[in-house]
């Protein structure tokens, strides 16, 4: 028998078996399990709109609840093509009155990078657990306040960091951690597009704190401390600007080089302006792979040097994160994405801003 059936079968047959000796408190974890959790979305933009309330319609343990806005129209639109209630409608000034609110069990927080830790806080000290879009913040220190905020209220912090439920992604990190190659030596990594008009947050240093890299960079970034599964020792970047009016707040592209404490290196780039960079590579001792493209919603797949394709079918990654977190909530487990991991990734950010800023390679270890 071939040992994926092998095993099929043998955990089929122990399911069987043990069917007769359920417990009532298994059955009851099961029901628990099996709730559905209700998630109120903080900030209805274009991210909300077109890829987070659609996917929650796809998810096993999760219902949209709730929504936080400062817009009255996108209120009343969103109620009346929801079915949302109106004594779940937020403004951010009264995201507090959530504590009153048992449907909603977790926030989803999608508004500007700088505004992540007010509502995130907001969000905890009400008493709900929050899932906040990357970059987690703009600074370590208010990380730092969101981590400690959830920490005080015993709820749980994720990252939405999607490449992490990706399978081609999960691929790859087998490749690595199994060697099928040898040891990587090199990876590349890199992510732009074209990030649209001027009259944007995004392009505003006080909300979004940065800007290629912080918005599509850090894909880049994260990619290489988990295909790795170490954390960078010493980084160095460059940064260039062709359009200094449009981008006069915030950088326009950046390349930048780290290390690992085994001695790989990455080298990574982003851009606000370059076309088609997409792609995740590794170079190891005895072949490479790669995703191209590597950090889209869907369409990712790769291929191996050994002749291989890196393709399998295509996942809602957002679904598939908000309900990995709401598993986390109901089976009273860590999520793997926590506040900590924003965070990691924030402190290696600005160290790539200083290193481009300064001309000196920053030292992390």
């Not at 709730?35 to 709109?49: D, N, Q």
């Not at 709730?66 to 403004?91: E, F, H, M, R």
């Not at 449907?103 to 008493?127: C, E």
Request: hydrophobic content about 40%; charged content about 25%; glycine content about 8%.
């Amino acid at each position: 028998m071939p040992e994926v059936s092998r095993r099929q079968f043998l955990a089929s047959t122990a399911a069987v078996m043990a069917a007769p000796f359920i417990s009532t408190s298994s059955t009851r974890a099961r029901a628990q399990e099996s709730r559905k959790l209700g998630v109120a979305i903080c900030g209805l933009g274009k991210l909300s709109t077109d890829q987070i309330a659609p996917a929650l319609l796809k998810t096993k343990h999760c219902r949209l609840a709730g929504i936080v806005t400062g817009t009255s129209a996108k209120a009343t639109a969103w109620k009346a093509k929801y079915g949302i209630a109106a004594d779940s409608v937020y403004s951010y000034d009264t995201m507090h009155r959530m504590a009153d609110n048992t449907d909603i069990d977790f926030v989803y927080v999608v508004t500007p990078n700088a505004l992540h830790a007010q509502h995130t806080i907001q969000a905890a000290q009400a008493g709900k657990h929050v899932f906040c879009e990357k970059p987690l913040e703009i600074s370590v220190e208010r990380c730092q306040q969101m981590i400690d905020a959830c920490r005080s209220a015993g709820r749980l912090l994720g990252t939405a960091y999607r490449c992490q439920y990706d399978p081609h992604h999960l691929e790859c990190i087998r490749l690595v951690r199994e060697q099928e190659f040898g040891k990587p030596t090199i990876v590349q990594a890199g992510f732009a597009i074209d990030v649209g008009t001027p009259d944007q947050w995004r392009l505003k240093r006080t909300l979004a704190g940065g800007g290629a890299l912080m918005d599509v960079g850090i894909y880049a970034l994260q990619a290489t401390r988990y295909l790795t599964g170490e954390e960078p020792i010493l980084v160095s970047a460059l940064e260039t600007k062709t359009d200094p009016v449009k981008f006069a707040e915030v950088d326009e592209s950046m390349v930048w080089t780290t290390r690992f404490p085994s001695g790989v290196v990455a080298y990574c780039s982003t851009s606000y302006k370059a076309g088609r960079i997409q792609n995740l590579r590794v170079n190891a001792e005895r072949g490479w792979f790669e995703l191209d493209p590597a950090f889209f919603y869907d369409g990712n797949h790769g291929r191996r040097s050994d002749g291989k394709e890196i393709r399998f079918p295509q996942v809602d990654l957002f679904a598939a994160e908000m309900d990995d977190f709401a598993r986390c909530i109901l089976e009273s487990r860590p999520t793997r994405v926590p506040g900590e991991e924003g965070m990691r990734d924030v402190r290696i950010m600005q160290a790539i801003y200083e290193s481009a800023r300064t001309g000196r390679a920053i030292s992390l270890a």
